[in-house]
C-alpha cells in the first residue's frame, strides 16, 4: 500500500487537474482533516465531527443481523478489467447483461441480507427500511429513540414511505414472498413469489399489517410516493425496477426482449400504481409510461444506449430503467435519475409523467438519486460509482465522479452549473460514493446534507450551483481495518430539527447542527421552526418560513455575511428585533411604537432592495416581507 503521503500529494493533483479541467469547485480538504485515518471498529470506530454532533445512536435490533458476522462479511475484491474474460456460469463471472435474467441460484437467491436501507418519517416516528423488513422507532425525544416495533419481511431493498396509516415498502430481490417468509423461493418460478410493492396498514404501529402488495416485472428498487392535487382519493406510486424481468410464467405480460423483438418490453419503462385511499387493497399498475422515447422517431430506447466513451471517460449505463425519482407536485415536475440520464418531467397529470429534458455526462457512471431545492430552480443529481459497494473516495479517484452534479433549471430545460464531492480521502476499506440526502431548511440558502456510505455524512451549501462549500460533516473509520465489509450512511435526512442517519452495519445515528461561521445560531434556529407531519424524501414539497424574529435574525445574518447590508442598517435591525422578540401578542405597553419602527426599517430595506443585485436582493426582499409578516400577526 502507498504511503498515506504520497497518496495525499496525489489527491492535490487530481483536484488541480479537476478544477482547471472539470468544474468540480469544492475546495480540497485540509492535510490535517479529522475524517483521515480514524481508527476502525465495528462499535468503537474512530470518529470525527465538524460543526455538527452525535447526539444518539441505537445498533440493529436482534434479528436484523447475523450474530455471526454482526458487521457483515467482506466484499471480494474487484476483478481486473485487464485479467482475461471469466465464463460467465463459472463462480466469479463477469456480471449478466442488464435486462438479462440469469441462471436461477436457489442459494444465492434465497442468501438472507441485512442491510439497513431508506429512512421515512411520521409525526414522531422513522421507519427504518432493510433488506430484511423494516423497523419502526419512536423519536419524539431524538437525543433518546427507542425502538416500537420489528417487521421481518425479507426482499430487499426495502426502501420505506409513509402516507397516512400507511407504508410502503420496496422489494426487488427474487426471495422475496408473498407470505414475507424468511424461507425464500427455491424454484425459478413460483406463485409465492413477490417483486414489486408491499403496503401496509400501521394505524396500530406495534403492529403493521399487510394490506396489498402489487407485482411488477422487474420488482421495486425504489418507489416515490405522488399525490395528485386534483384527486384527493388517489395516491399514486412510481415504481423503479432495476433488476432483471421475471418470466412470462411468473407474471403474465412480462418480457425483458429488445424493443424491436417485442415492443411491450418491460425494459424502457416505469411502473405507475394507483392506490384507492379509501380501499388500498384494490392497489393495481394503471401505466407504464415510456419516459425515454425518442421524441424525433419514436424508438422508446431514445435515450443513452450505453458504452465506452472514451479516455477520460465513466462507461456509459444504457438507459432502460430509472434507479430514483423525486417529485416536486407544487411545481408540478419530478426528476428521474435513470441509469444513464438525468431526466426532467411534467407530472401535472401522474399517470401520464411527460418528459421536458434529459442531460448526460461523461463523469457519471449511474443516475442514481435526484433533489431539488426549496425553490424548485434548480436539481442535484447524484452519481452512484461502483454501486455502493466500492471504495470511490479514495485519494486517486477524481472528485468529479462518484460525486452530486447541480443544474439549474431554466425554462424547463437543465443547465449544469458544478460539481460537489466530500473531499476528505477515504482508504481502500471503505465503501464511499454519492448517496441520498436531503434538504436542511434555512431560509435564504440552499443547503443539504448527504449520506456517502463510509465516507460519513456532509453537509454543504450549493446557493451558488457553481461554488459548493462543505459546511459541517460526521464520519466514522472503517467496519474493518484489513478488508472491505460493506457499511456507512445509506441516508441521511433531515427532519423536524435533527438529522438522522440510517446505517448500513451498525444502526441509526441522530445528530444536531451547532453553529459555526458558515451557519449561525439564529440560521439553526429558523431551520428548527419547520415542521414536517411527514417526510418522503424523494415526495417534496414547498417549505414556507413563517414570519417570525427568528427567520428575520437569519436573513440578517447572511446579509452580513454578504455584505449585502450597512453595518448601521444591520444594527438596527438587530435592536428592533430584540424589541419585538420580548412581544407576544402586540397589545402590549409600547407595542406600537416597536412595530412602527419595524415597519419603517422593512420600507428601508425594500429600498435597499432596489439597489442591491442577485441573493442579497433576494434575501432584503425576504426580511423586509418577513419583517412586515411578524407586525401585520402581532397586530392582529
Not at 55 to 72: H, N, Q, W
Not at 152 to 175: A, N, Y
Not at 400 to 408: M, V
Request: hydrophobic share 35%; proline share 7%; with cysteine.
Amino acid at each position: 500500500m502507498r504511503s498515506f503521503a504520497a497518496g495525499w500529494l496525489c489527491f492535490c493533483a487530481v483536484m488541480l487537474f479537476v478544477v482547471i479541467e472539470g468544474r468540480a469547485q469544492q475546495r480540497p480538504a485540509a492535510a490535517n482533516d479529522p475524517r483521515i485515518g480514524l481508527k476502525a471498529g465495528l462499535r468503537d470506530a474512530g470518529e470525527a465531527a465538524w460543526n455538527m454532533k452525535r447526539v444518539a445512536s441505537l445498533p440493529k435490533p436482534e434479528g436484523f443481523f447475523d450474530p455471526k458476522t454482526p458487521g457483515g462479511t467482506p466484499i471480494p475484491p474487484e476483478r481486473n478489467p485487464d485479467a482475461p474474460e471469466l465464463d460467465p456460469t463459472a463462480p466469479g463471472g463477469p456480471p449478466t447483461p442488464e435486462g438479462v435474467t440469469p441462471p436461477f441460484d436457489p442459494v444465492a437467491s434465497n442468501r438472507l441480507g441485512f442491510t439497513n436501507s431508506d429512512l421515512a418519517f411520521s409525526g414522531t416516528h422513522a421507519f427504518v427500511g432493510s433488506y430484511h423488513g423494516f423497523n419502526t422507532y419512536d423519536i419524539e425525544r431524538p437525543g433518546r429513540p427507542r425502538l416500537l416495533a420489528s417487521v421481518v419481511c425479507p426482499g430487499g431493498q426495502g426502501d420505506v414511505s409513509v402516507h397516512g396509516h400507511l407504508l410502503f415498502l420496496s422489494v426487488e430481490q427474487t426471495r422475496g414472498r408473498l407470505d414475507c417468509g424468511t424461507q425464500g423461493v427455491q424454484t425459478p418460478v413460483s406463485a409465492e413469489r413477490f417483486r414489486g410493492v408491499r403496503i401496509f396498514d400501521i394505524s396500530d404501529m406495534s403492529k403493521p399489517r399487510q394490506v396489498a402488495a402489487v407485482q411488477t416485472c422487474r420488482g421495486s428498487h425504489t418507489h416515490t410516493l405522488v399525490p395528485d392535487p386534483k384527486d384527493k382519493t388517489n395516491l399514486y406510486v412510481y415504481g423503479s425496477g432495476t433488476s432483471s424481468v421475471r418470466s412470462a410464467e411468473e407474471l403474465a405480460g412480462c418480457s425483458g426482449l429488445k424493443p424491436e423483438e417485442d415492443p411491450n418490453t418491460a425494459l424502457f419503462s416505469i411502473d405507475v400504481i394507483q392506490v384507492p385511499l379509501a380501499a388500498p387493497q384494490n392497489a393495481r399498475i394503471v401505466s407504464r409510461p415510456r419516459i425515454f422515447t425518442d421524441t424525433a422517431t419514436g424508438a422508446i430506447a431514445g435515450l443513452e444506449k450505453g458504452g465506452d466513451r472514451g479516455p477520460n471517460a465513466q462507461p456509459a449505463r444504457a438507459t432502460n430503467q430509472c434507479h430514483d425519482i423525486t417529485v416536486f407536485p407544487e411545481i408540478g415536475l419530478a426528476a428521474g435519475a435513470c441509469s444513464g440520464n438525468g431526466i426532467l418531467l411534467d407530472i401535472r397529470d401522474p399517470k401520464n409523467p411527460v418528459r421536458l429534458d434529459h442531460v448526460s455526462d461523461k463523469n457519471f457512471a449511474y443516475w442514481h438519486s435526484a433533489t431539488f431545492n426549496n425553490d424548485g430552480t434548480k436539481v442535484i443529481f447524484t452519481d452512484e460509482w461502483g454501486g455502493g459497494g466500492r471504495p470511490r473516495c479514495r485519494a486517486s479517484d477524481l472528485p468529479n465522479w462518484g460525486a452530486d452534479a447541480i443544474f439549474d433549471i431554466i425554462d424547463g430545460k437543465l443547465r449544469f452549473g458544478g460539481y460537489f464531492k466530500m473531499p476528505a480521502p477515504q482508504t481502500e476499506q471503505e465503501n464511499c460514493v454519492a448517496h441520498n440526502g436531503s434538504l436542511i431548511p434555512v431560509p435564504g440558502r440552499d443547503i443539504m446534507v448527504q449520506a456517502w456510505y463510509q465516507g460519513g455524512l456532509s453537509v454543504f451549501d450549493f446557493t451558488d450551483s457553481t461554488t459548493p462549500v462543505e459546511i459541517a460533516f460526521f464520519d466514522r473509520g472503517p467496519i474493518d481495518a484489513t478488508q472491505l465489509v460493506l457499511g456507512g450512511y445509506w441516508s441521511t435526512y433531515w427532519y423536524n430539527g435533527n438529522i438522522y442517519g440510517s446505517e448500513i452495519a451498525r444502526g441509526i445515528d441522530v445528530f444536531s447542527l451547532t453553529p459555526s461561521e458558515y451557519l449561525s445560531q439564529n440560521e439553526i434556529d429558523a431551520a428548527m421552526m419547520v415542521r414536517a407531519e411527514e417526510l418522503n424524501t424523494q415526495q417534496q414539497s414547498r417549505i414556507v418560513f413563517p414570519p417570525s424574529v427568528a427567520v428575520a435574525r437569519a436573513y440578517v445574518d447572511q446579509l452580513a455575511r454578504t455584505k449585502g447590508i450597512q453595518a448601521e442598517r444591520a444594527r438596527a435591525v438587530r435592536a428592533a428585533l430584540e424589541k419585538a422578540d420580548g412581544l407576544r401578542t402586540g397589545k402590549e405597553r409600547g407595542a406600537a411604537i416597536v412595530l412602527d419602527e419595524l415597519d419603517a426599517l422593512a420600507t428601508q430595506l425594500e429600498s435597499d432592495a432596489g439597489a442591491a443585485r442577485g441573493r442579497d436582493a433576494v434575501r432584503l426582499r425576504s426580511l423586509a416581507a418577513t419583517i412586515k409578516g411578524r407586525t401585520a400577526k402581532l397586530r392582529g
